[in-house]
C-alpha cells in the first residue's frame, strides 16, 4: 500500500484517455448529451428513435464510467465526487427517456415490427415480455423525478465507507499499520494470530460506532426496493430482481432468472454446506487452536512466510496460464496490463466498497480496479477480474451496444420455446414444508409482510464474519444480502 496516490508510479494508474482525454473533453460531453436529452424526440421512425437512443444510452455509459474511475481512486477530492453527481444526473434523464422510448416500442404498428434491425430485437423482444408492468406517463415521470432520492441509500452507504470512516491503525512488530481495504485482508491471511485478532477488533469496533447508520441505510435499500417493485406490480422485491426489472439499465434486454431456479440454488448451497465445515475444521486443526474465531476463518495455515508475488511477476503467472485459451485471449488480456488498464495498488482515498472489479465502457475497451497486496489471494482476485475485463472486451467486439451484455440462454434459438429449467420444482422432494429454508419471509408478498426484503440482487441470507457484517446484525440474526449498487463487474450497468 502506498502513501499517497501521487506516489504510485504511473504504468500502475489508469489511463483514462480511452474514455476523455481531459476532463474539460467529459465535462463538454456531458453538456452535450444533457442537450440532445432535452431535444429527444419518439414522434418519427422506430428504427431511429433505436439508434438514437442506442447512441445516448452508449454516451451516457462512457460518462458514468469516467466519473466513476476517477470518483472511487480519490473519495476524497470534492471535485470528481461532484461529477459523479452530475453524471448520474444525466443518467437519471437518460433513464426518462427509456420510458418514452418503451412506450413507442409497445405502441408500435405491424409494418414497424417487420422493418426493426435486427441488432434491436432482443431488446425489443424484452420490452414486450415487460409490458405488464408498464406504469403510465405520470407514474412513469414521477419515478425519474424521484431516482435521486430513491438512490440516496447508496450515496448514504458511500458516504460512510469512503468518507466518514477513517481506517484504524494496528501495531505491527513496533511500526503502526494502517489497515486498509488490501492490508487488513493480507494481515487476516497471513498475519500472526494476536495481530490478526487485533486487527479485526479494531475494523468491527470503528464500524459499530456506524452501526445504527449501517442498519437504516440498509433498511432504506430493502425498503426502497420493495416500492420499486410494488409501483410495477410485482409481489415481492425478489420477483422484480428475478424478473430483470432494473429501472438502472438503459437500451438493453435485461437478466432474467427464474424463481424455481433461484430456489434450488438456494437449497443446494444449504443442502451442502458440511465440505465447508468439514475445510474450517481442517484449518482449525492446522492452526492448532481449541476454538475456530473470525480472525482465524482466512488465515493460511501453512510453515513459513507465505508466498508473495510482485506486480510484474503475477501478471506473467497470469497470462502463462491463460495459454489453453488461445493466443487472442492472451493478447487480449495483455493489453489490459500494457495499456494501463488496471489501477493496481491501494491508497489512501481508494474507495473501500469492494476488494475489485472490472468494468468496460463502449469503444473505449475495458479496465479493472484493483488493490495489489501481493498475495496468493490478489493473484487469484486479479485473475478473476482480468477475465470479467476479456469478456467484455470480446463482447464489444462482437456485438452493438444494445446486446453487448451476457446472453440468456432462454432467448437462443435452441431454447426459445422451453424453459432453461424445466424440472426444477419447489419445494425440492428432500424438503418439506416445515423444513423450508428461512429466506420465506423475504418472498413473502410485498403488501403483507411486515419484513423488509432484500433488494435489486438476489436475497441470499449471509453468514459473513467480515467486521462490517459483524458490526451491523444482532448475535445469531440473518441478514439478507441488499444489493450493493454497482455490480462485480459493472458490466451491466
Known amino acids: 500500500m502506498y502513501d499517497s496516490r501521487d506516489d504510485v508510479p504511473d504504468e500502475y494508474r489508469f489511463d483514462l484517455e480511452p474514455l476523455f482525454t481531459a476532463r474539460d473533453d467529459w465535462a463538454a460531453e456531458c453538456e452535450g448529451l444533457a442537450a440532445d436529452v432535452a431535444d429527444f424526440d419518439v414522434d418519427r421512425a422506430l428504427h431511429e428513435v433505436l439508434a438514437t437512443f442506442e447512441d445516448l444510452s452508449a454516451r451516457d455509459h462512457r460518462l458514468r464510467e469516467y466519473a466513476n474511475l476517477r470518483a472511487d481512486v480519490a473519495t476524497g477530492d470534492d471535485e470528481r465526487q461532484g461529477d459523479r453527481d452530475r453524471a448520474a444526473s444525466v443518467h437519471r434523464d437518460v433513464m426518462a427517456v427509456r420510458e418514452a422510448v418503451e412506450r413507442r416500442i409497445r405502441e408500435r404498428s405491424a409494418r414497424e415490427t417487420r422493418s426493426i434491425p435486427a441488432r434491436f430485437e432482443r431488446y425489443v423482444a424484452d420490452v414486450d415480455r415487460r409490458s405488464a408492468r408498464e406504469l403510465d406517463p405520470a407514474a412513469a415521470d414521477l419515478l425519474a423525478d424521484l431516482d435521486y432520492v430513491l438512490d440516496a441509500p447508496e450515496r448514504m452507504h458511500r458516504a460512510l465507507v469512503d468518507r466518514d470512516f477513517e481506517p484504524p491503525t494496528v501495531d505491527v512488530d513496533g511500526e503502526p499499520v494502517t489497515l486498509g481495504r488490501s492490508e487488513r485482508g493480507r494481515i487476516q491471511r497471513e498475519g500472526e494470530r494476536d495481530v490478526r485478532e487485533r486487527a479485526f477488533r479494531a475494523v468491527r469496533d470503528a464500524f459499530v460506532d456506524r452501526r445504527e ?64 465445515h468439514r475445510l474450517q475444521r481442517v484449518r482449525k486443526d492446522a492452526l492448532g487452536v481449541e476454538t475456530l474465531q473470525p480472525w482465524d476463518r482466512n488465515a493460511v495455515p501453512i510453515d513459513g512466510d507465505a508466498p508473495r508475488y510482485e506486480f510484474e511477476d503475477a501478471r506473467e503467472l497470469i497470462l502463462d496460464a491463460l495459454a489453453p485459451l488461445g493466443d487472442a485471449y492472451r493478447s487480449r488480456a495483455r493489453t489490459v496490463f500494457e495499456e494501463r488498464r488496471i489501477d493496481a495498488f491501494d491508497h489512501p482515498g481508494k474507495t473501500d466498497r469492494g476488494a475489485a472489479y472490472a468494468t468496460y465502457a463502449p469503444d473505449a475497451g475495458t479496465f479493472v480496479f484493483a488493490r495489489w497486496n501481493g498475495s496468493l489471494a490478489h493473484l487469484f482476485v486479479l485473475a478473476h477480474e482480468l477475465g470479467h475485463a476479456v469478456h467484455a472486451g470480446f463482447a464489444q467486439d462482437a456485438q452493438p451496444h444494445v446486446t453487448a451484455g451476457i446472453p440468456d440462454p432462454r432467448n437462443s434459438p435452441a431454447n426459445s420455446t422451453r424453459s432453461c429449467s424445466p424440472t426444477i420444482s419447489w419445494p425440492p422432494p428432500t424438503a418439506t414444508n416445515a423444513a423450508r429454508p428461512p429466506l420465506a419471509p423475504f418472498v413473502a408478498s410485498a403488501r403483507t409482510s411486515t419484513i423488509p426484503r432484500a433488494g435489486r440482487r438476489s436475497p441470499i441470507a449471509s453468514t459473513s464474519t467480515s467486521p462490517a457484517a459483524t458490526a451491523s446484525r444482532p448475535t445469531g440474526s440473518t441478514r439478507p444480502t441488499a444489493a450493493c449498487s454497482r455490480s462485480s463487474t459493472r458490466s451491466s450497468r
Open 213 to 276: 447508520t449501517l442498519a437504516a441505510t440498509l433498511d432504506a435499500m430493502a425498503r426502497r426496493n420493495v416500492a420499486l417493485a410494488d409501483a410495477r406490480g410485482y409481489d415481492h422485491a425478489l420477483a422484480a430482481a428475478l424478473a430483470g426489472d432494473d429501472p438502472y439499465v438503459a437500451c438493453r434486454p435485461q437478466s432474467k432468472f427464474p424463481r424455481e431456479g433461484y430456489y434450488a440454488l438456494v437449497e443446494g448451497v444449504r443442502g451442502q454446506l458440511e465440505p465447508n
